[in-house]
Every structure is written in C-alpha cells, then in structure tokens.
C-alpha cells in the first residue's frame, strides 16, 4: 500500500525552515496587499453612506494605511505575540473493542477517497451520483475520527507541543526544506511571471464584463462610487438586482486610473490583470509550502499544470485563474483563498496577534472583491475552525471565526437594506456544480480523490485537520438536495455552484505528488540519484495525465485566442467600430449594434449606452418589463443576418420608444438594414464589417 501516512514536520509561516530573504519578502508584500485591500474596502463601504468623491477615498485610504504601516513597523513584537499558548487536548483513548483500529480506519478513508473522487470524476458518464456523496462522507469521516481519536502514545509530529514563542523574522536552521524553498521559490517566481505575461496576450471574452469593467470605466470617467446602473442608462435606473455594490475593486481600479490619467479597461487589462494573476501563483505556492510534507516544488508544478490544463469548463479553477483574474471574483478564488488557507494554517500553529489580523482582513478583503464572500469565506473558514475545535483547539477554532464577521455582517446588511436580492438565472445541483467547477473525467477523478485523500496526503497536525474539514464540507454541499434548500433559502440559486470554490484543488492535486512509492519498490541498495528519480515517478504520471486528459486554457477548445501584443479581453475588430458608433451617436447617445459590438460600449464610455451590451443584466434591471422587451426586440433585429426578424411595425416603434440615436447591422444583413430604414434611420456609414445608420435630427 502506497505509505500515506508518513510525514514530515515544519511549520508554516516566516521562520519556517529554509524560507530566503526573497520568499519572506515575497510573502510580506502579499500580505501587505491583502492588508491595504481590507483597508480600502473598509473606506469604499463607508463611502457607500457618505457618497465623496473617489480622491477623497483614495486620501483617506492613504493616510490609513500610513497608520498601520507606521504601527506596524514601530511595535513589531506586539504584531508577533503569541495570544495564549492553546494546546489540543490529549489523544482520547480507545474504550471499546468495537472501534476499529487506526490502520483499519486509514484504510477505510483512503479506499472510500479513492472510490468517491473516481465516481464523482465519471458521473457524466453514467456512476450514480450516489455512489461518489455516500463515499465522500464515509471517507470524510473515517479521515476525521483517525485524526481525532489516535491512539495514547502515539505523538502527532504535526502538532505543536513546543513552547509558543512567536516566531522571528529570521529562518530556523536549514535542511531538506531549505533546499526546497531554494528551488521552489525561484521557481514560483518565473512561474508568477509567466502567468502575469500570458494573461495580457490570452483573450477568453467574457460578458460579465459588461458590469464589472463598466463599473472601473464610470468610476474613472465621473469620480464617484456608481450607487445607479450604468451599463444601460445614465443613472436613471437603480442597481441592477442580485448585484448589490460592495465590491470595491472595481471602483478602486477606476479610481487609480483616474489618478494616473489612463483608460480604466487599459488600466484592468493591462495592470491590474498581471499584478493579481502573479499573486495568485504566489498564493499557490504559499499554500502548498504550508501543507506538503514534503517535495513541495513537484507538488506546486502539479499544480500549476492542472490550472494550465483545466480549460475543459467556463468555470473551471484556471479558467478564473489565467482567463479572467481582472475580476473581482477570480481573484476570490485563485488568490484569497489560497491565502484564507494559509493564514487559517499559521494562526492554528503560531496564535500571534499578526495571523489573527490577517484573518480578519482577509474577510473584509473577500466581501471587497464579490457579494459572494458572504456564502464563500464561511465556508472556507468553517473547514478549518470545526475540526480545530472538534481536537481541542477551542479558543483557537474560535477565534478564527473572525474572518466571518465582516462576510457575514455584510451580506445581512445587503439581505435587509438592498431590497432585491434574488439572482435570476438556472441553479445547478450539486453533480452539476461539481462538473462545472472540479471538471470530469480525468481531471474530474484526480480532483475527486486529491480533495478526499488531502487528509493523508497534507502534512501531519493543522493541515490534515483543515483538509479534513475541507473533504467533510464539500461531501455535504453535494448531498442531493442540499443546494436546492440552500437556493430556495437564500435567493441566490445562481451563484451556488460557487460553493464548490471551498476546495483549492490546484493546490491538493499537487500534494498527491509527495505520495511514496511502496518501500519494495526502491530498494536499499539503490543509488541516491536513482531514489531521486524513484520520488518525481508520482509527479511525472500526475503530470502526464493532467496533459493529456486535460485541455490548455491557451486553446480554441477553451474558447481562447492568443494574441501577437498586449490585449483588451474582447473580440477582435469590436473595439474600433463601437468608438466609430459612440462618435456617431455623441454623448448621451444610445446606440445599437449585433450583441458582440454592444458589449464593447459599457467598456468605452458611461456616457454613451448600447441597447443591450448583456441580456442576463438587462433581465435583472429594475426597470418596467416594456424597457426590457423593447431592447431585446431590437437586438434580435440586428443579431444576425438569418433567421426569423421582428415585424417592421414592432421594430419602429421600439426605435422610437428607447431613443435609439445610432443604429448598426452587418453589411450583409439586408433585411436587418431594411427594418432600420423602414424607421426612417438614414445617413448609412460603413464601419468594418457593419452599416450604422443615423437617426434624423427632428
């Protein structure tokens, strides 16, 4: 049997052994960023009741993180104290002959894990759902009770028994660790760096973009906190329902572009997007540094490959990794809660006052990047704090819970103050769920039996104790029934699939590389360089069949295009023609074009709208169902040069009621060019592949 229970120790955190000078600066200046983005938030939310301008938030952002950085360089052993020295209980011992034996209950959850992720993988191609839930919870709580319920004698080398001093800034003495981070942390760096790179030349087109790059571009062009819609009317409407305004990033990144004097969406695609993306490969590499017992460099390349090669769903890990890190979401995902983990990991083990505050603003950093952080962060921190209690860990697993007030504080205060908050949209079950988000088939079975043997695959101690947690949550979310009830309850049906983001899968997929080979399979007396070999056998196959079962998010499978230059994430040959209808059209001017040109416009300019730049926002606009029918009437008009038109009569006075300035088809679409006309649009001019046709001055 594979020797999935041998580990090594270390702990987490600055001070770990073999941890340089670059990865404790590296690791400083991410929490950093996590800190000053919690700061921000915090300062957008009020400005959410004051209503000042965006230079008077970024002033009073300034003067605030001045403050904490000066209280933080100035008292840095008050920063490093250790709260109280909160030991797990003694190992409870066996009182009965029933319960089965340690070995025993290893096998269990390691068969049970094996089982429930090949199900869950092969659902699609006919596995009974049943079999993967049924399995997963089984394997969940045979991992948990191996973990709670150790035999007396038998000493963690996990667990922290030492003195709690707080750690220094300084690294403990050198050894095999060492000589991974020596090697991990260049390697992470040029990985970060590459990533950052890619995601300025790989264009995968997404229609959110519509609200969230139109919220940045509003923000740059007016100076204010956009509290109204902005994508369809000039603020005459209100927000759009199930998309409350307490994400902060997007105004922030507005707010910087209109300090710097450069376009908002140059400003997300070609600064924020590369600085995020780079973190977010720190993120991984910080979190498998905290977890892997060993071979922490082959467990972090695993996971990169698995994000490089996930592009078999819209919604997979790497698809809001490299694809689609500008939004705020993405970054939830990809970097915050690599690094909720990790923090999660450190205050478990070290208790200082340092990893508590960065809990606490890693919450209030979620809510700042998605409404969703007030279903998603609970969950992640619930994975940890649980089991953390459930060994003794009492104060600990509660005072972890920070993370949750400022999430959970949030989304009550958008449930009773927002008004409308159900999101409209199909709520996926949890086989679904699991499909879109942990993929199927090869990736979907090697995510499976990563997240279900995380327990004996992560170091020994905290680790093993979140993974368990972790495997015991997700084998609940995807009991049938349970999404459904929480959707029912919640209003936000659409969204729940997101649920399934508490799993880091890049990271524990890696960790199956730090697997042993079985004893017999390496003799004694083979040399060391062959041993060597004999250790990366694990992370060669993981890596192979990540490659060849996977699909790279680079290619036209994944709905990608990689560019010669740096690019604006949208279709080629949009840009240009939807200025040339803005110019047409002049401020205050509505404009429509085929779908694919109208969701350029929210991009360009807030002061100039489309009729329909996204039909899934248009459904959701607080606005009388005529507006609604008006504008996809029209789109339909001009979508595409076949299929059935609406009647001339019908299109005129949709024309007429919406206020259509400027209105474009494709040249060949001579019906759709006709209806226009028929509306008395005249003045036609060719712009690139379309006719726009101007509206009389009366």
């Known amino acids: 049997m594979i020797q999935l229970l041998e580990r090594t120790t270390g702990r987490s955190g600055p001070g770990r052994a073999g941890d340089t000078r670059t990865t404790r600066f590296v690791d400083g200046a991410v929490d950093a960023a996590v800190l000053l983005f919690a700061a921000w938030t915090v300062v957008y939310h009020l400005g959410l009741v004051f209503k000042p301008s965006t230079s008077v938030l970024l002033l009073i952002w300034a003067v605030g993180a001045a403050a904490v950085a000066a209280v933080y360089g100035t008292r840095r052993g008050w920063w490093a104290a250790v709260l109280w020295p909160d030991r797990p209980d003694r190992p409870r011992a066996w009182r009965s002959r029933l319960v089965p034996p340690p070995r025993v209950l290893a096998a269990v959850a390691v068969a049970a894990g094996i089982a429930a992720g090949t199900c869950a993988g092969l659902h699609p191609s006919g596995v009974p759902w049943w079999c993967a839930w049924t399995t997963g919870l089984v394997s969940a709580a045979a991992s948990a009770a191996y973990l709670l319920l150790r ?13 709690d001093e707080p750690e220094s800034d300084e690294p403990e003495s050198a050894g095999p660790e060492a000589d991974e981070t020596r090697w991990g942390t260049p390697l992470a760096l040029l990985t970060g760096a590459g990533f950052a790179i890619a995601s300025l030349f ?16 509003a923000a740059a062009a007016t100076g204010e906190i956009p509290l109204r819609d902005v994508i369809f009317t000039p603020g005459t ?8 305004p307490v994400a902060s990033i997007e105004v922030l ?48 390349a695993i996971g990169a490959v698995y994000l490089l090669w996930s592009g078999t769903s819209a919604a997979s890990l790497g698809s809001f990794h490299l694809l ?11 970097a915050l809660i690599p690094l909720t983990f990790c923090y999660l990991t450190r205050w478990a083990e070290r208790r200082s006052r340092g990893d508590l505050a960065l809990l606490a603003a890693a919450g209030i950093a979620a809510v700042g990047l998605t409404s969703s952080a007030a279903f998603i962060t609970p969950l992640v921190v619930l994975a940890a704090a649980v089991p953390l209690v459930a060994s003794g860990r009492v104060r600990t697993g509660l005072a972890a819970c920070v993370a949750l007030a400022y999430p959970v504080g949030s989304g009550l205060a958008v449930k009773f103050l927002h008004g409308e908050t159900t999101v409209v949209g199909a709520v996926h079950d949890a086989p679904d769920s699991y499909r879109w988000v942990l993929l199927e088939a090869t990736l979907g079975v090697l995510g499976g039996c990563a997240l279900w043997l995380s327990p004996w695959t992560a170091r020994r101690g905290v680790p093993a104790l979140v993974c368990a947690g972790t495997a015991a949550g997700l084998s609940v979310l995807i009991v049938p029934g349970l999404l459904e009830a929480a959707a029912d309850a919640s209003g936000a049906g659409q969204v729940l699939w997101r649920t399934m983001w508490l799993v880091p899968a890049p990271a524990l997929v890696g960790l199956l590389a730090s697997v042993r080979l079985p004893g017999a399979a390496v003799p004694a007396g083979v040399p060391g360089s062959a041993r060597v070999l004999a250790a990366g056998v694990p992370a060669a196959a993981l890596a192979t069949a990540l490659i060849v079962g996977g699909t790279p998010l680079w290619s036209e499978e994944s709905r990608s295009v990689v560019e010669s230059r740096p690019s604006w994430k949208v279709p080629e040959g949009t840009v240009g023609p939807a200025r040339r209808a803005i110019a047409l059209a002049g401020d205050g001017g509505l404009v429509l074009m085929p779908s694919t040109y109208m969701r350029v416009v929210p991009l360009l300019t807030t002061r100039t709208h489309a009729v329909d730049p996204n039909d899934h926002y248009l459904g959701m606009l607080p606005v009388p169902p005529r507006f609604i029918e008006d504008r996809r009437l029209l789109t339909e008009a001009v979508r595409r040069r076949w299929g059935p038109k609406p009647d001339a009569a019908e299109v005129r006075a949709a024309l007429d009621r919406t206020g259509v300035d400027v209105a474009c088809a494709y040249r060949r679409d001579h019906r759709g060019r006709a209806l226009l006309r028929e509306a008395g649009f005249r003045d036609e001019h060719r712009v690139d592949k379309l006719v726009c046709l101007v509206k009389p001055k009366s």
């Open 202 to 217: 790989i264009v995968n087109t997404d229609g959110d973009d519509a609200y969230f790059v139109s919220r940045s571009v």
């Open 253 to 300: 990144a507005g707010a910087l572009a209109r300090l710097l004097g450069v376009p908002a969406s140059s400003f997300v695609w070609y600064v924020l997007l590369p600085a995020v993306t780079f973190g977010a490969v720190w993120a991984l590499w910080r979190l498998v540094r905290t977890w892997a017992p060993r071979r922490a460099t082959l467990c972090f």
């Open 237 to 244: 409407a209100d927000e759009i329902a199930g998309e409350p």
């Open 324 to 334: 689609r890190m500008w939004q705020g979401k993405g970054v939830l995902v990809s």
């Open 151 to 163: 035999r007396p004698g038998v000493p963690d080398p996990g667990d922290a028994d030492g003195p």
